[in-house]
């Protein structure tokens, strides 16, 4: 079986590497408003998603409870509790900043398009993946904030869930709603022109993480973390995923879901968004000395849980049904 390897994923490495060459145009005062583009590209990111969401999908999952409670309690409740287990182990200030990213992007929601288009290859329940990645989006409003703020709290940082969720209405359930109430106008030309719309969702990320990754090479901030730690986050980011796909896996069993039930369980169940995290990390961190180094594990999660769930998916589209 011949692999290819993401072109997002490759972008990624390709945007690291350019703000390492040339950090000066990413930081604050290099001249280019890079925090009002991304600010406006993220508005159009989720507004976009408010003319392409389907009533109708959304309102056909509703009735499989039983699976929708297993993923949103995966996302919001298994991921946190499973790193939380390791905070008795955190001493150190560097510790405490690498438990903080891999808490932040525990507590993240499942991403949408990846989830629904590996549920779809691999012959999943294709409207409750629609249903269970649009929902977690929103909760993830509520319940994120919440994980994160209740550690940033102990470590003295400064935590306004007030300003925080204002921004995170602001920024993400006001153009939701904005697109959804314009949807009589733009819903088939948003879906017409889908593809070029999720390269548009690419590259604000990838503005984002240009910005984050030349702040941190400009300020040095990586000169601590060494090829030792980098291999120990990539170890622990594949470790998490096989252990959460594989506890949903024995739930869905336990459970009696059928086999189309259980692939949307662990393939929803086992995604974070990178497009949720990147908002989130400009709201939660933008006070924090440990900003620079939060995306990190999250960034390694996407390219892997993108790997390796294709590899899965592309497997179980060759079953019999």
């Known amino acids: 079986m011949k692999f290819k390897i993401d072109r997002f994923v490759l972008a990624i490495i390709a945007t690291i590497t350019f703000a390492y060459f040339f950090p000066q145009w990413g930081i604050e005062g290099s001249g280019f408003p890079i925090s009002i583009v991304s600010s406006i ?3 159009l990111i989720f507004f976009f998603y408010g003319l392409k969401l389907s009533p109708q999908q959304i309102k056909s999952g509703l009735y ?17 509790l499973l790193v939380l287990l390791f905070y008795p182990f955190v001493h150190t200030e560097e510790q405490q900043n690498f438990w903080m990213a891999f808490l932040f992007m525990a507590a993240l929601p499942s991403t949408v398009s990846s989830s629904v288009v590996m549920v779809s290859v691999a012959r999943g329940n294709v409207p409750a993946a629609i249903f269970n990645a649009s929902i977690s989006g929103i909760i993830g409003i509520l ?27 602001l920024g993400i359930i006001l153009p939701v709603v904005l697109g959804v109430s314009l949807q ?18 690419k590259s604000v990320i990838l503005l984002v993480i240009y910005k984050s990754f030349s702040e941190s090479f400009y300020n040095n901030v990586f000169s601590s973390v060494s090829i ?12 998490l995923l096989f252990t959460v796909y594989t506890i949903i896996g024995f739930i869905a069993t336990r459970f ?13 169940g086992t995604k ?12 939660l ?8 180094l939060i995306l990190l594990p999250l960034m390694i999660f996407h390219a892997v849980q993108i790997f390796i769930i294709s590899i899965i998916a592309s497997k179980l589209a060759k079953r019999e049904v």
Request: with cysteine.
């Open 41 to 43: 590209g993220f508005f």
């Open 272 to 283: 974070k968004s990178l497009v949720h995290g990147t908002i989130f990390y400009k709201i």
């Open 64 to 80: 499989n409870w039983k699976l929708h409670i297993l993923v949103q309690c995966s996302t919001f409740l298994l991921f946190p």
């Open 143 to 169: 319940i994120t904030p919440l994980w994160v703020g209740l550690f940033m709290e102990q470590t003295g940082a400064e935590f306004d869930y007030s300003s925080i969720y204002l921004n995170l209405i």
């Open 184 to 201: 009589k106008f733009g819903h088939e030309l948003a879906l017409k022109y889908s593809k070029q719309l999720s390269t548009f969702d």
């Open 228 to 239: 030792l730690d980098l291999t120990l986050v990539f170890g622990l980011v594949i470790a």
């Open 256 to 268: 009696k879901f059928n086999t189309e039930d259980r692939i949307t369980a662990q393939f929803c």
């Open 285 to 292: 961190f933008k006070n924090t000395s440990a900003s620079s």
